[in-house]
């Protein structure tokens, strides 16, 4: 089929409107509703005709851009909730605001200091016995090393170490009580791993007598809270002499940084690394990196149903004294995408998909010139084509 030869020259042609979805993007994917005019189609009798509110507009010459601008808010990153894992009364918390470092207090349980440490995993067992192996161990030593306590050497991967591991016997009813089992046996030290080796538990003890606890040697689940780093509170949930169970505190990373929603559109293509500008509060522009991404998309609170979902992302700020003084406010997070200058555009509504395949553009005398559409960008899409023209008269829907 050729381009005039669908024109319209009679009254009795009607039109119809069917839509359509064009899926176009380079950094961000960008849906845009197409036009699909199918001329020469006679409406049945008893189907009402549809009217259609055209217009004409000229081809453009612009620059069309993929990037876009999210709405982000200044403050110290998501809260991250902290629970006790020791039984008894909370005797102290921190005031909101403050910075806890590698071995400082986080809270008290008991009138005993449940101290910060720095890495992973966290205690999920008790810390006890010779030659004990474990990324738990290892996690332990580093913390102390790192606070000046003398850990000795410890063992590298591939070695072996005699471990001892005490079990108690299984009572029975026809036996009387026994004494616990000491046993012994060879284990090789995996990658990642420490050992709790004697210099390592006498570390532990000359820690814990600092710290104003029973020097044992051992550490039990609850003793410690480990986080991935220093840590600022930015609220408590529970007041001294409650019970410590549950939700404790919130705490966030110590430097600020702005968080931002973005829509799953938003956000497809961005990763973490990927350089951003903030226009900060006071209207000046800095730089910043994208951090951690959500993977969970959620519908924010208070929006309409069926509003699109969202999904959160935390920027960090190049320089930290860019935020001065403020500890919030809103900031504009401007990310930078796909860029093409002085293309020829026209609206989006002006394209016409063809039966046979591919998309037009129509003049305002009724004739079609077929055209290559490039970038999609603020309800503009670029064309390109044999007879396409800055200034070129179009037809499109109002």
């Known amino acids: 089929m050729s381009l005039d030869e669908d024109r319209p020259h009679s009254h009795r042609r009607r039109n119809r409107i069917v839509s359509g979805l064009i899926a176009a993007g380079s950094v961000l994917a960008v849906t845009a509703a197409v ?23 000229a081809i453009t010459r612009t620059d069309l851009s993929t990037s876009r601008s999210l709405d982000g808010k200044l403050g110290y990153g998501t809260p991250r909730t902290i629970k006790s894992a020791r039984e ?61 306590y003398a850990i000795g050497d410890q063992p590298r991967a591939g070695q072996q ?30 990658e990642g791993e420490g050992v709790l080796t004697t210099t390592l538990t006498n570390a532990i003890k000359k820690w814990q007598r600092d710290l104003g606890v029973d020097d044992d040697g051992v550490i039990e689940v609850g003793d410690l809270a480990v986080l991935p780093g220093a840590v600022r509170v930015d609220s ?25 929603s973005a829509s799953v559109t938003e956000a497809d293509g961005l990763k973490p690394g990927d350089k951003v500008t903030l226009r900060m509060p006071d209207g000046k522009e800095a730089a910043g990196e994208v951090g951690e991404i959500s993977t969970v998309a959620q519908t924010p609170d208070g929006s ?36 093409h200058a002085g293309v020829l555009a026209v609206p989006v509504t002006a394209l016409l998909a063809l039966r046979e395949g591919g998309y037009a553009i129509q003049l305002a005398d009724g004739r079609r010139i077929a055209v290559t559409t490039g970038m999609f960008s ?11 023209a800055e200034g070129l008269m179009v037809v499109t829907t109002s």
């Open 161 to 190: 170490v005699q471990q001892t591991t005490t079990e108690e016997p299984s009572p029975t009813a026809s036996a009387p009580p026994s004494a616990p089992v000491n046993r012994t046996e060879w284990v090789t030290v995996r």
């Open 236 to 260: 408590v949930a529970v007041q001294v002499g409650d019970p410590a169970t549950g939700d404790l505190m919130s705490v966030t990373q110590t430097t600020k940084a702005i968080t931002a």
């Open 35 to 57: 036009l699909v005019w199918t001329r020469g189609v006679r409406a049945a009798d008893d189907e009402p005709a549809e009217v259609i509110s055209v217009s004409s507009v």
């Open 304 to 339: 309409a149903p069926g509003s699109p979902q969202q999904v959160t992302l935390t920027v960090t700020m190049t320089d930290p004294k860019a935020a001065g003084n403020l500890d919030g406010g809103t900031v504009e997070v401007k990310v930078e995408g796909e860029t």
């Open 88 to 148: 008894g009364v909370v005797t102290w918390l921190p005031d909101g605001g403050k910075t806890v470092d590698r071995g400082q207090s986080l809270y008290q349980v008991n009138d005993e200091p449940v101290p910060l440490f720095i890495g992973a995993p966290p205690i999920y067992r008790t810390i006890d016995g010779r030659n004990m192996t474990g990324r738990d161990v290892a996690m332990v030593a580093k913390n102390l090393k790192a606070l000046g």
């Open 378 to 388: 603020g309800g503009l899409v670029e064309v390109s084509g044999d007879g396409v």
